[in-house]
């Protein structure tokens, strides 16, 4: 999906859309450190030199922030994709495969791009699609109703716990996986006992 609104020639006074900010937070992530989301967001807003005026920008409502929010669509995004890795909560580094993409650079990433990337493709395709009702549609000037902004946060806080403790599950022994099983199985037997 191409916005037409690319972030170099944006007005510095405007929050550029989620997928325009993509690239630019990539490239502001091309040193390697881990990088927590509020520094992200202040390189970002630094690389693009965005003004006071768009940075303070509400949703509708008075919150969110409009620029947080879209960072954090940003950051999900080149996450499901694989370009970054979440080494602790709340803290991101690029991935490999995220700096072999900047030693050629595209002029651009959006949704579409990051097809190219079969983890993105499972999260984008997936049979649920939750976030395919919640995201901004880009086309529009409307911005989400507070209710909705509630729903949009709720369901990114749901997906990225639920990433992590994948994450967290695919790095257990096999010893230890079966110990989990078992604990949850306990668990569930034990709920449905006390009904």
């Not at 040193?31 to 509400?58: C, F, N, P, W, Y």
């Not at 969110?64 to 999900?76: H, K």
């Not at 257990?172 to 110990?179: N, V």
Request: proline letters at 6%.
């Amino acid at each position: 999906m191409n916005t037409g609104n690319g972030a170099q020639g944006a007005d510095k006074n405007d929050v550029p859309q989620f997928q325009t900010l993509m690239l630019p937070l990539l490239k502001v992530m091309g040193g390697g450190h881990e990088m927590k989301t509020i520094q992200m967001r202040d390189a970002v807003a630094d690389d693009l030199a965005l003004t006071a005026e768009a940075l303070s920008q509400r949703l509708p409502g008075g919150t969110p922030n409009t620029f947080s929010n879209r960072i954090g669509w940003a950051i999900t995004f080149l996450f499901k994709a694989g370009l970054l890795e979440r080494p602790h909560q709340a803290t991101y580094v690029i991935s490999e495969t995220g700096k072999q993409l900047l030693l050629n650079p595209p002029l651009e990433i959006d949704a579409e791009f990051l097809r190219l990337y079969e983890e993105f493709n499972w999260f984008y395709d997936s049979p649920r699609g939750e976030y395919k009702e919640l995201l901004p549609d880009e086309g529009v000037c409307n911005e989400p109703t507070p209710d909705e902004q509630i729903e949009i946060d709720f369901s990114q806080i749901q997906r990225e716990l639920s990433s992590e403790v994948v994450e967290k599950i695919k790095l257990l022994s096999t010893e230890d996986f079966k110990k989990l099983v078992i604990n949850l199985l306990e668990i569930r037997i034990g709920s449905r006992q006390n009904i």
